[in-house]
């Protein structure tokens, strides 16, 4: 199944959407989100070493860079795939909708605090949610754009929606997060340092599993 375009594949009646040969380098996203998890640690460390440790402009760089930094990767992943050819690819799509959608949760932050709510108690969960899957959320619905661009029709791109183990697996992280995040703080957990910052934020973004999913679909694809 090496080298097989999605529209080939779909062709045979496969009922899945191969990877392609030179196409979705999930494999080279997954190394961006290992780099935002170390950077968020080593940062997280740095400012509470500072005595920062409940600092809101300082919590906001830890969670950017805990469950964004990926994204600011994969972004310049997708720029540089589209000055380098024409052509689009579901990595690349995935790329850019987490770099629009990494912006969202800046703003609600801001005005939460601006509201007075209590960022460190179970009302303030929403936020690493935000931080950790809004470029998540973002993501799916750019990969949902490019299968209705690839596919030609909504009932189309519906079909390989379902049919493709990443998107499949982006909605599964989106939807589990926000509950787990609940639980956590329910139970007691509250982030009054930036390292259990750090590691509340690295804990909810599951953004590497739908990219982990498209490297072993590779892997699959190629053997």
């Known amino acids: 199944m090496a080298g097989q375009s999605i529209e080939e594949h779909d062709a045979r009646g496969n009922g ?43 919590q ?26 024409s052509g689009g690819s579901m990595a690349e799509a995935y790329g850019w909708g987490k770099l629009v959608g990494m912006m969202a949760p800046w703003t609600v932050d801001g005005i939460s605090r601006w509201l ?33 661009r690839r596919q030609g029709s909504w009932t189309s791109a519906a ?25 956590a703080r329910l139970l007691g957990f509250s982030p009054t340092t930036q390292l259990l910052t750090a590691a509340e934020t690295i804990g909810a973004n599951l953004c590497w599993v739908p990219p982990l999913v498209g490297w072993l679909g590779e892997r699959r694809g190629r053997s």
């Open 16 to 58: 899945a959407i191969a990877p392609e040969e030179h196409g979705e380098e999930f494999g080279e996203l997954l190394k961006y989100t290992a780099a935002g998890f170390g950077g968020g640690l080593l940062l997280a460390g740095a400012l509470d070493s500072l005595g920062l440790q409940r600092s809101g402009l300082a």
């Open 159 to 183: 079909c390989a929606y379902v049919r493709h183990p990443v998107m499949l697996a982006s909605l599964v992280v989106v939807a589990a997060v926000p509950f787990a995040l609940a639980v």
């Open 116 to 148: 007075g709510v209590d960022v460190y108690g179970v009302q303030g969960f929403y936020l690493p949610y935000l931080y950790a899957m809004s470029d998540q959320i973002g993501a799916n619905v750019s990969g949902w754009v490019f299968l209705r």
């Open 60 to 85: 906001w760089a830890v969670r950017t860079l805990s469950g964004e930094g990926e994204s600011l990767f994969e972004g310049l992943f997708a720029l540089r795939r589209r000055l380098g050819r």
